[in-house]
């Protein structure tokens, strides 16, 4: 499994990006797509997954500002972002992986990863 990141860039406090992640390869063998963002000097935190069959997870700290959607004809998920705020700031990576009773498990399929920096 391939995956391939973008839309990453710089936005002011209280833009959207969007956020796509593109598989190629066994894609069929893919349950659920998650994404994970890094910010300097911390950890790497998931953001929201989404199932092969439409279920969704998401962190706290993004509930009602980020949406996680799917193509499946263009085999891509999505990643809008709404009301961005400085503490959003990060390299944000997609990831294959399983969405099991709301917990996301790594599959360890990562693409490369797409800085977002949300300054003013």
């Known amino acids: 499994v391939q995956l391939q990141a973008s839309g990453g860039g710089l936005v002011q406090p209280g833009g959207s990006l969007r956020l796509s992640c593109a598989a190629a390869?066994?894609?069929?063998?893919?349950?659920?797509v998650g994404w994970y963002r890094q910010a300097p000097g911390k950890e790497r935190e998931l953001v929201a997954a989404?199932?092969?069959?439409?279920?969704?997870k998401y962190a706290d700290s993004v509930k009602g500002r980020f949406t996680i959607s799917r193509n499946s004809a263009k085999n891509t998920v999505y990643l809008q972002m709404n009301s961005l705020k400085p503490e959003d700031t990060a390299v944000y990576y997609c990831?294959?992986?399983?969405?099991?009773?709301?917990?996301?498990?790594?599959?360890?399929?990562w693409g490369q990863g797409t800085l977002v920096t949300v300054s003013s």
């Open positions: 990831n294959a992986g399983q969405l099991l009773s709301s917990i996301y498990v790594d599959g360890g399929y």
């Open positions: 390869g066994s894609i069929f063998s893919i349950n659920a």
């Open positions: 989404i199932s092969s069959s439409g279920s969704t």
